[in-house]
């Protein structure tokens, strides 16, 4: 079984201020992991994945996530965050299941940023 | 542009009634992912398809139901509508890696 548990559905931080979404995982067999974001009435895009390359993987915009096995962790980070950020951003697990891989969505954190 | 098309962007509807959910996957992309959003619940894994076949079943409803097609569009078909059923509907394709989701149906039962 696997499970993604997005800790905080609301984040607000400032302008210019560091981002720090959290996201942990959960995965009987090793996992691609992966962060998307939602801009408001427009589909899910990619920001960034892990896919048992390098630990620290670096997306669009300015984001990056460092998995941890130890942890079981993939938090999603930016330096200074911009207005432009502000919108949902989802951790995804996909891990084979079953002969298929199985894709599990995170409830989703509601980034909001303040001028 | 992801590459995957969902018809229609918008539908509005009354309680009761039937629709039907188009995706066009990316080329070459053999599976197909249905995914419910609404406010209350989040983002819902529905069905997954693989070249044609289920390939694993979330949490769809007995009134919905789907299919891939041997050209491997998706519809999703949603019957007996409630209100609780507005929502948007994304569908979803993949090759090895990611996941790319379409710009969504949202649908309005009223």
């Known amino acids: 079984a696997q499970s993604v548990t997005q800790l905080g559905s609301h984040v607000s931080v400032s302008e210019g201020a560091l981002v720090l979404l959290r996201c942990n995982y959960s995965?009987?067999?090793?996992?691609?992991l992966f962060w998307y974001v939602q801009y408001p009435n427009q589909g899910l895009q990619l920001l960034l994945k892990?896919?048992?390359?390098?630990?620290l993987v670096k997306g669009i915009n300015g984001f990056e996530a460092e998995f941890k096995k130890s942890e079981t962790s993939f938090h999603l980070t930016k330096p200074s965050a911009h207005m432009s950020d502000a919108a949902e951003y989802f951790c995804?697990?996909?891990?084979?299941?079953?002969?298929?891989?199985?894709?599990?969505f995170g409830i989703g954190t509601k980034l909001q940023v303040i001028p | 542009d992801s590459g995957v098309t969902q018809t229609p962007k918008h539908l509005i509807t009354a309680t009761g009634q039937r629709v039907t959910l188009r995706c066009s996957p990316r080329s070459g992309d053999l599976s197909v992912y249905w995914y419910q959003q609404s406010l209350d619940q989040g983002l819902q894994f529905l069905i997954q398809y693989y070249n044609g076949e289920e390939r694993a079943k979330g949490n769809i409803l007995e009134r919905f139901s789907a299919q891939q097609f041997p050209d491997l569009h998706s519809e999703l078909n949603l019957s007996s509508l409630e209100l609780g059923d507005s929502a948007l509907y994304f569908c979803a394709s993949k090759d090895t890696g990611e996941l790319f989701f379409g710009e969504g149906s949202r649908l309005t039962v009223l």
């Open positions: 995965s009987s067999v090793p996992p691609y």
């Open positions: 892990y896919t048992s390359a390098a630990t």
């Open positions: 995804a697990v996909s891990a084979l299941s079953g002969g298929y891989q199985k894709v599990t």
